[in-house]
């Protein structure tokens, strides 16, 4: 074998044009198949972070501005959400919404000391926590005694407890800290999501009763749903609602500017069809992209064994066994492609460990909250494995046949190939 393996390196070393342009062909294949599953794995991953951090049969409802006129009434006026929509969602629609909640928020000042925070208070039903996930480190969230006795408790995230309470922000836990003009009792803090700015939650009753300039203002409506299995049952749905609450504020009926409805399980069905899709596409180009890897090591390994068909017919004159030429051109061409795989495959890593620190970090801001558009661009190492043992195989086809031939060719012959 330590023979073989010299005669091989010293094959590659008289053929340095032959052997780089081989395993080039190797490795970028490689290279750009990990590198595209791992862009589009980052851009997969970001999307369904995004949906965990919300249930998904689930609806957001905001208040818009009418694009029609109606009943003498003139296009372009503002509409906000009132108490009767509130009441309208949790009683006309029990077939398919289960519980309904709403959010109230309004910008506060919080202080603890010397220390403040300019912040945003949002007041919450307890069933906030079931619609938009939340990780509690500490405490309690909101429930049913805080909304019905309008407790003025608060909820922070960790990044602005411990700017409350630089030294040891759990102490913040059970202690009063004032808001705007009022003492907040703090019982919970949670995890921040990074994105977005963070909010101080408290009872919706609390907020809206204390900070409502407007007693009929309902901020916005959250509920969730059942029974909206297809986009035909949610888009029916969703036109019969928005008819409904249209007639609340005197809109046309058709009229979809009036309010805007924020469905997550829609937009969960057009998440699924669009990754089902990006997936697609990415195998397709990558292993087209394998595939030119592919033919580049055919091609060479086809043109290697027709130069050496001379070097073949020595061999046998002198008494080499076919065999033995098959098993060298076997090892020869799985030694390079095995190698120069290899190296594509730790380029293509590192090309993705790079994304992720540079791409990975990048935030947009949807107009909701800001979200992370690219997350964990990593390929499994079977995928890696596997791209590169595909390469291996189709190079020791290619070099195989030819080979397999020239193994048979009567040395006379063969000494007198050009």
Known sequence: MK????EIWQTARRNKLRTTLTGFAVAWGIFMLIVLLGAGNGLINASMKQSEDFLSNSMVVFGGRTSKAFNGLTEGRNIRLQTRDITTTDTEFKEHIDEVGARYETGVTISNGDEYINTTITGIYPNHTKIDKMELLYGRFVNDID?????????????????????????????????GNFAFKVVGIYKDREEGQAEAFSA?????????????????????????????????FEKEYRRRLNANHYAHPDDESTVWLWNRYTQSLQMEQGIAIIRTALWIVGLFTLLSGI?????????????????FGIRKAIGAKPW???????????????????????????????????????????????????????????????ATMVMVIAGTIAGLIPAFKASRIRPIEALRAD
């Open 324 to 386: 033995s030429i098959l098993k060298l051109i076997i090892i020869e061409s799985v030694i390079i492609t095995t190698f120069f795989g290899y190296i594509g495959m730790v380029l293509g890593v590192c090309a993705n460990e790079y994304m992720d620190a540079t791409l990975g970090h990048e935030t947009i801001d949807t107009g909701l909250f800001k979200a992370t558009m690219f997350l964990n661009p990593t390929v499994g190492l079977d995928v890696c494995f596997e």
């Open 147 to 179: 909304m019905r006795e309008k407790r003025k408790i608060l909820v922070l995230s960790n990044k602005q407890a411990e700017e409350l309470e630089p030294k040891d922000y759990k102490q913040l836990m059970g202690r009063h800290v004032k808001v």
């Open 295 to 311: 033919v580049g090591v055919s091609n060479i390994m086809l043109i290697t064994v027709r130069e050496r068909t001379h070097e």
């Open 3 to 6: 023979d073989i393996l010299t």
């Open 204 to 236: 919706y009753s609390t907020v809206k009763g204390i900070f409502g300039a407007n007693s009929d203002d309902a901020g916005s409506i959250e509920y969730t749903f059942h029974g909206l299995t297809t986009e035909k049952a949610n888009n029916d």
